[in-house]
């Protein structure tokens, strides 16, 4: 993709959670303590689901918010289950926090920060979610540009190979498994996420997340 290298990351204009309105006060027990201290390992892989939630989505700041309820309380998990989402106009949402330092979903030294999206395989590996189902529909053009860039943006900070096999090795328990460095969630676990055309179209993005780098 001659003329359109990779950009460096953070991506610009994203949305912080300040920006999308997450109530930080979600985070945190009745006691004052944090439900999900922040854990930072280095990065693996790149998985990219959807979030099964409406296209078209005329407030994609509020589904945000919605999704960052029900992880972070109905399923107590702390935080929102991803690091990045991205809506049908192409902006870019932070995820699960990852400390005050301004680099999103990394701490100083590169590691990033564990989230919540493929259980049994979640330390190093950044989630990235399509807000949408793309068991019905098709991303826009304006979401799959920022999707590919934000990819070859962590590729690149990462040295990471997109186009290539890997076993991942849980830092935490030592589970290994294969999988692919950017990778669907159904590569990890039995779901339909992210959905039938995003799944389907994984290997062009990869070839175009490749050629972003290499420019």
């Known amino acids: 993709m001659s003329g359109t290298s990779a950009p460096d990351f953070p991506p ?47 407030d994609p700041a509020a589904t945000v918010r919605a999704i960052y309820e029900q992880h972070a309380i109905s399923n107590d998990w702390g935080d929102i289950g991803y690091h990045f989402l991205i809506d049908a106009k192409g902006k870019i949402y932070e995820g699960r926090f990852s400390g005050a330092d301004g680099v999103p979903a990394h701490d100083k030294q590169g590691k990033v920060v564990t989230a919540f999206h493929t259980v049994g395989f979640n330390s190093g590996n950044i989630g990235i979610a399509l807000l949408g189902d793309f068991n019905k529909g098709e991303q826009t053009p304006a979401m799959r540009d920022s999707l590919a860039r934000l990819l070859a943006s962590l590729a690149k900070k990462h040295g990471l190979d997109v186009e290539s096999n890997i076993t991942y090795r849980n830092p935490v328990n030592g589970t290994t498994k294969q999988a692919p460095a950017l990778s669907g969630h159904r590569d990890w676990i039995a779901t339909d996420c992210p959905g039938t055309s995003t799944y389907t179209g994984l290997e062009a993005l990869r070839g175009q997340v490749a050629g972003l780098r290499a420019d």
């Open 12 to 58: 610009a204009g994203l949305i912080t959670r300040k920006k999308w309105g997450a109530d930080e006060s979600k985070r945190f027990k009745a006691d004052g303590s944090e439900n999900s201290p922040t854990q930072f390992f280095p990065v693996q892989a790149l998985t990219v689901h959807h979030t099964d939630t409406a296209n078209n989505d005329p």
